[in-house]
């Protein structure tokens, strides 16, 4: 069915290409969720509205994602790549001058059943996924995954202060961000893993690695 479920495609007939594999490649009931979204990091730059001279890449050498852009005679530069070693993300923003990044960081989850807090230095967010009604049975799934997330901020100078559930950073010349992730999910049958301890513990072990360290 193969064959046919790719002519299916390349005709553009994709439900009934979508149908077929439903009918003959999945088991019945479904024993693969769905894969799910968990998080976006929320940088807001005020004033930098009216970027100019924006230019970005992705080096497939060093995996790492660069953008940069000028606000009047500054340059700012933002790095970000995922280490499978130390199993973090790593943004790291930057300026030319000494003391122009303003950024406030926050969380955005979508699913409901979620707590989130700001402390000093660090974003803290926890939940479990919603459940939802799936298409085609027409029946309630029920989600038993937990996750949480623990992100760190270490500004190079300037104030950093907490505003509700987001971090505001003011007059620095550089910020590393390092981000963990983590589910209570151990193998298809074990689902005990405690996801804020295995934050902890993988901020722990990345807690005194520069960006340099990180990316070496």
């Known amino acids: 069915y193969l064959d046919t479920i790719r002519q299916l495609l390349f005709d553009g ?18 024993g693969q969720e769905r894969y799910q979204p968990f998080a976006d990091l929320i940088m807001s730059f005020p004033g930098h509205e009216k970027a100019t001279e924006y230019y970005r890449d992705l080096n497939l050498e060093t995996g790492v994602a660069t ?6 005679d500054v340059t700012f530069t933002r790095q970000v790549f995922a280490t499978a070693v130390d199993d973090i993300l790593v ?12 950024v406030s960081l926050g969380l955005e989850c979508p699913h409901s059943e979620i707590k989130q807090r700001a402390e000093k230095g660090e974003l803290h967010l926890k939940g479990q996924v919603s459940d ?6 027409k ?6 995954l937990k996750f949480a997330s623990l992100i760190s901020a270490e500004p190079d100078g300037g104030d950093m202060a907490v505003n509700g559930d987001n971090l505001e950073i003011k007059g620095a010349t550089s910020v590393l961000i390092k981000i963990t992730a983590a589910t209570n999910y151990v193998n298809y049958r074990d689902i005990s893993a405690y996801p804020p301890r295995l934050c902890i513990d ?11 360290q990180l990316l070496a």
């Open 13 to 30: 007939e994709q439900k009934n290409a979508t149908d077929l594999a439903m009918e003959k490649f999945m088991s019945q009931p479904l």
């Open 67 to 72: 953008t940069t852009y000028k606000i009047d």
């Open 91 to 102: 943004v790291q923003l930057s300026c030319d001058q000494p003391g122009k990044i303003d």
């Open 132 to 137: 939802y009604i799936h298409e085609r049975e």
């Open 139 to 144: 029946q309630k799934r029920v989600s038993a």
């Open 202 to 212: 993988k901020m722990n072990d990345v807690k005194e690695k520069s960006f340099d």
